[in-house]
């Protein structure tokens, strides 16, 4: 799997949830590491979704993490919290709110 596979794969999912679960409006940057790396913006506003291939500042999510881990973590291989704790998957803000996003995605 590459960047563009990863940033395919986020687009089509992403679009396909409801957020509206979650109470609030959210931005967050996903920072996929390695050889092929690149950045995943994704929002939710006012019940717009929004997906680029594209580093945002200010987001209330940051999460960082190797595309091998991104391939393990949607086939269901890779413990997403045991990955946080191992330091296999950075996350900085609102972790909470990541983590409510994440078990909804589930």
Same mark, same amino acid.
């Given at each position: 799997? @590459?960047?563009? #596979?990863?940033?395919?794969?986020? %687009?089509?999912? !992403? ?6 679960? =979650? ?6 940057? !996903?920072?996929?590491?390695? %050889?092929?790396?690149? &950045?995943?913006?994704?929002? &939710?506003? #006012? ?13 209330? =999510? ?8 991104? %391939?393990?973590?949607? @086939?269901? %291989?890779? #413990?997403? !919290? ?6 296999? =998957?950075?996350?900085?803000? @609102?972790?909470? !709110?990541?983590?409510?996003?994440? @078990?909804?995605?589930?």
């Amino acid at each position: 799997m @590459n960047f563009k #596979d990863c940033y395919n794969y986020m %687009e089509s999912f !992403l679009y396909s949830q409801d957020f509206s679960s =979650i109470g609030k409006d959210f931005s967050s940057q !996903l920072y996929l590491t390695g %050889e092929d790396s690149g &950045y995943i913006y994704f929002s &939710y506003k #006012d019940g717009v979704k929004k997906v680029e291939p594209v580093k945002h500042d200010l987001v209330n =999510i940051y999460i960082a993490m190797s595309v091998g881990n991104f %391939e393990k973590m949607i @086939n269901g %291989e890779l #413990d997403v !919290l045991r990955a946080f704790t191992t330091k296999q =998957i950075q996350a900085k803000g @609102n972790v909470v !709110l990541a983590l409510a996003i994440y @078990n909804l995605l589930k």
